[in-house]
């Protein structure tokens, strides 16, 4: 057990964890916290995997703007102040059952794959993964029509936002 | 390498082999050594924080032509050691109904967010926590947690001023994170790359004569982000009995208040680093690293005094007269600045170094200047506006 | 060294959670928790595959970093229908929001 395997089970345990809570907890802002919390182990796993900038802008997108606006939705939507009544649906057994036969199924189809216990190549040495992902972002011939197709889809759920949430005074 | 050249590197060697050598795996040692750097980084900020308390509140009182304090210790340096001791022998108060963990969650997460911000500052060319390229997009990161924390005080402390004003501090740090992050591209311009070290190692001429009105920028959405005034609407003691702070006693007061200040210094550092040079000085860093330590501390210090002399000086901002001038001034002159300075680069990459200076300055002059013409005129319109309905409401009478 | 097994059972598992959590809550805002969940895990296999393939196809990340645009602009927009739905019915409980306009 390398060092590496360690803390990449602790940490893949600890953002399970947190997963279960975000879904099963019955107040919704320890909810939201918890997704923080799963967030951030996620941004770990991508630092361990080496994508660095992904993990930054994980932290920067998602905690820093998603999960801000996910607490503030939860205070803007409460009937009471404080919500103790059990927050699953009438079905949630069949919630329940889809998604351990979609976790088994996705497990035991991954199985049978040939490249299921590769293991990771070296980085080539001074490869620079964010230097690289700029210049393909804004390549033509690589990625930049989604590039901008993101953009525009940015500001068209950024007009929409603002109009379906708008008050008239 | 002797000492005096790399004495990060020196001391962590001696000390993994006196690890090593007491039989532990080399591994372990590392982290250890690693762990201990970490706590030693973190004890000399904390002894520096002590000694921001007293530099605030001697140059505040400067500024309001008083003394401040010189009862404890020669010049009142006691006195913040003073301070601190008052705050813990304080009573820790949870209210009544507050979220128990959340509450007291939520000063610990807003220390760490600032102590986080030091592990990419580079003190000197061959001291830096860890040499990320993508050092300024961490320091936005860093801001997110600062920002999560402050949201989890004002909610859980069961009070309505609290939750007010955690919601405004909120707004206000989330809009100003949008022209931080676009001034914070203009260094990544000029120097190629996101890493602290590479901007540091390509300020041959200072960014901040290369664009000042990025400069300018990046210091009022600091400001900003850092919730002093002129933008401490969410913790005036007059507007909102001090916001999300209202419910925090002792120590957890301590943290947050602390917090900002060593907050604030660290972002006078980042000032420095991003557009005055960071630790070189005309060639001195080479000479030893503890200068170039020295260097970066006295930047960070003036950059300190700026953003103090900034709030002991204006008036506080309104929060719809704040958001307004984020939306509808920075953000859009911000994003501006960034395309032309894309532009003037791409074309003038090749020329002389002088024709680049001057090239780049003058695009910024060009930028400001017709930014405030509009705004000039925008508010002339308004003036009228508001000035013919007055006529017509005295002539009416 | 980890293999790449670790990183796809991870990311299942998270998703599993992420659907449960999508089809078994009451609360709308707790549905789009959920749809969070699955986002995330998608984005981890995305960028694993980046990783323990060709590291110089940079389409692992691209398609990571698109995913992120998509996940804010769908939170963004679904977090305002919810609030607007909230001060219509003053209700977000998924059951009780089953009538159309009369």
Redesign the interface.
């Known amino acids: 057990m390398t060092a590496e395997q360690i803390i990449f089970l602790i940490v893949a345990g600890v953002t399970l964890a947190s997963a279960l809570l975000v879904v099963t907890t019955r107040n919704l802002v320890h909810a939201a916290l918890w997704l923080v919390a799963t967030l951030f182990g996620v941004a770990i796993i991508y630092a361990i995997l080496n994508a660095g900038f992904i993990a930054v802008v994980q932290v920067v997108v998602y905690i820093g703007a998603i999960a801000i606006l996910f607490i503030f939705a939860v205070m803007l939507t409460r009937r009471e102040l404080r919500d103790n009544t059990p927050q699953l649906n009438r079905n949630w057994w069949s919630g329940a059952l889809v998604a351990v036969l979609t976790f088994a199924g996705l497990a035991s189809l991954l199985s049978r794959w040939s490249g299921f216990s590769k293991t990771a190549a070296a980085l080539p040495s001074g490869f620079d993964a964010v230097a690289e992902l700029g210049n393909q972002l804004v390549s033509p011939d690589a990625f930049v029509l989604p590039f901008e197709v993101a953009s525009v889809l940015l500001l068209a759920a950024m007009v929409g936002a603002v109009y379906v949430a708008f008050t008239r005074k | 390498m002797n000492f005096w050249n790399d004495p990060l590197k020196i001391a962590a060697d001696w000390l993994t082999g006196i690890f090593v050598g007491w039989g532990m795996n080399d591994?372990a040692a590392h982290?250890l050594v690693a762990f201990l750097g970490v706590l030693i980084l973190i004890s000399i900020l904390m002894v520096v924080d002590i000694f921001l308390v007293w530099i605030e509140r001697k140059v505040v009182a400067r500024f309001q032509d008083r003394i401040g304090p010189n009862r404890l210790g020669p010049f009142g340096l006691i006195q913040p050691f003073a301070d601190i001791i008052k705050l813990m022998i304080k009573e820790d108060t949870t209210p009544d109904g507050a979220?128990k963990v959340?509450y007291n969650l939520a000063p610990m997460l807003s220390m760490m967010s600032v102590l986080i911000l030091w592990a990419v500052v580079p003190l000197a060319p061959v001291m830096l926590g860890v040499d990320?390229?993508?050092g300024a997009?961490?320091i936005?990161?860093a801001?997110?947690?600062g920002?999560?924390s402050i949201?989890?005080a004002g909610?859980s402390s069961n009070n309505k001023f609290s939750?007010i004003g955690a919601?405004r501090q909120?707004a206000v740090m989330?809009s100003f994170?949008i022209p931080m992050l676009a001034t914070l591209l203009i260094p990544t311009i000029f120097a190629g790359?996101?890493g602290m070290n590479a901007i540091i190692q390509g300020q041959d001429i200072w960014f901040v004569l290369l664009s000042p009105l990025a400069a300018l920028i990046f210091l009022i959405a600091a400001i900003a982000e850092l919730g002093r005034a002129p933008f401490d609407l969410a913790e005036g003691e007059s507007e909102l009995v001090s916001g999300y702070n209202i419910e925090y006693s002792g120590m957890k007061f301590g943290m947050f208040y602390a917090g900002e200040l060593l907050h604030a210094f660290t972002f006078g550092g980042f000032w420095a680093i991003f557009f005055f040079g960071g630790y070189r000085f005309f060639g001195l860093e080479k000479v030893s690293p503890f200068l170039a330590i020295a260097i970066v501390l006295l930047k960070a210090l003036v950059g300190y005094w700026i953003i103090m002399w900034v709030k002991y000086t204006v008036m506080r901002i309104r929060i719809d007269q704040m958001l307004a001038f984020n939306w509808k001034f920075l953000t859009p002159v911000a994003f501006v600045l960034v395309m032309v300075t894309a532009l003037m680069n791409a074309l003038l990459r090749e020329a002389s170094s002088g024709l680049y200076i001057t090239g780049m300055i003058l695009s910024n002059i060009i930028v400001g200047w017709v930014s405030l013409e509009i705004v000039r005129s925008m508010s002339r319109k308004e003036r009228e506006r508001v000035e013919g309905v007055k006529q017509v409401v005295e002539a009416h009478h | 060294m980890i293999p790449l097994s670790w990183y796809l059972i991870f990311a299942a598992a998270l998703f599993s959670v992420g659907l449960f959590g999508a089809l078994s809550r009451k609360n709308a805002v707790a549905i789009l928790l959920g749809i969070e969940l699955m986002l995330n895990a998608i984005n981890v296999n995305l960028v694993a595959f980046w990783r323990y393939g060709d590291v110089a196809v940079m389409a692992g990340q691209v398609f990571a970093v698109i995913v992120f645009a998509v996940a804010a602009a769908e939170v963004s927009v679904g977090l305002a229908l919810v609030i607007s739905v909230y001060r219509r019915r003053n209700t977000v409980i998924a059951d009780e929001l089953d009538m159309l306009k009369w």
């Open positions: 591994t982290v979220d959340v990320l390229n993508a997009l961490f936005i990161a801001g997110s947690i920002t999560l949201i989890m909610w939750v919601f909120v989330v994170e790359s996101m």
